[in-house]
């Protein structure tokens, strides 16, 4: 039974693989233990992006420029997905959607992971660090989503979206985030520095996360099976301004931990009285 289960993971494997602009998925082997991702070794390239981590979704192909660095960089140099710093700070993964010819149109960083548990995952914490690097006039923010499907369209389900949103444009959660009133202006910010960051976390429990937020009737997404790689994805989006210079936005800091379901916990916590029953035996 276990081989067959061994061969049937790698067979889930090998099909999520071969999906379009997804490379490979990070497994969860246990409860509990936080996958942490601060992508200190990305460089601005396809290459360097961490086990896991791809660009997908519905626009352009993602462009790849490289490191832009706030304190020797131009507003204007930073088009496509860069690795972005301050000059001694580690890098964060940034992208600008619409600017010159890098147009990156409506797409979607992605996360993907693998319930390698042995057990149902029911929750996700989680926490990441969304950073401004260039301040346009369009006043975006950066929405936090949860599939089972690579591209929720195929399969019409919605997605989970946080109501923990950060705007990068005349927001009281980002005070240092200026209005600008040209279409043309824009200017670089230190996404490492507190005013140009928040720091989003969250549960996504998976038990009562709704397919379809407009018709609860269509039922939740339900725990994360043995096996089953989900799908978690950053989308840029318009808030008010929809118009002008697009902003750079980035993540750093990433941090996700699974939550077993409550039956998952008992019998662990059976596990472990039966072993401090047999551990105390064997002293006495």
């Known amino acids: 039974m276990l081989t067959m289960n061994k061969n049937i993971l790698s067979a889930l494997a090998a099909s999520f693989a071969a999906l379009p602009g997804l490379s490979s998925q990070v497994a ?53 997905v860069m690795a972005a710093t301050n000059g001694t700070s580690g890098n964060s993964i940034a992208w600008r959607e619409s600017t010159g010819g ?7 960083l992605i996360f993907a992971v693998t319930n390698n548990t042995g057990a149902p995952i029911t929750a996700f914490d989680f926490s990441y660090d969304l950073e401004t690097w260039v301040n346009g006039r369009r006043d975006n923010e950066l929405r936090f989503k949860y599939d089972v499907f690579i591209d929720p369209a195929d399969a019409g389900r919605a997605t989970f979206e946080t109501d ?69 994805r950053w989308q840029i989006s318009n808030n008010q301004l929809t118009d002008g210079n697009r902003s750079a936005l980035g993540i750093n800091n990433f941090e996700l931990t699974a939550i077993p379901e409550p039956s998952t916990y008992a019998a662990i916590a059976g596990f472990l009285a039966l072993g401090l029953v047999w551990w105390r035996r064997r002293k006495s």
Request: aromatic content about 10%; hydrophobic content about 35%; glycine content about 14%.
């Open 164 to 232: 923990i949103l950060a705007r990068d444009s005349a927001d009281t959660r980002n005070p240092n985030h200026t209005a600008i009133a040209s279409n043309g202006e824009q200017f670089v910010l230190d996404g490492s520095l507190a005013g140009n960051r928040t720091t989003v976390s969250g549960t996504i429990d998976l038990t009562t996360l709704l397919v379809d937020e407009g018709d609860p009737a269509a039922g939740v997404f339900g725990p994360l099976g043995v096996g089953q790689t989900a799908f978690f």
């Open 28 to 80: 969860i082997e246990s409860f509990n233990s936080p996958i942490q991702q601060s992508f200190s070794s990305f460089v601005g390239t396809e290459a360097s992006l961490p086990s896991g981590w791809s660009f997908g979704g519905s626009g352009n192909d993602p462009i790849f420029r490289g490191v832009f660095n706030s304190s020797a960089n131009a507003a204007g140099d930073f088009t496509g």
């Open 102 to 108: 890098a147009n990156l149109g409506d797409f979607r």
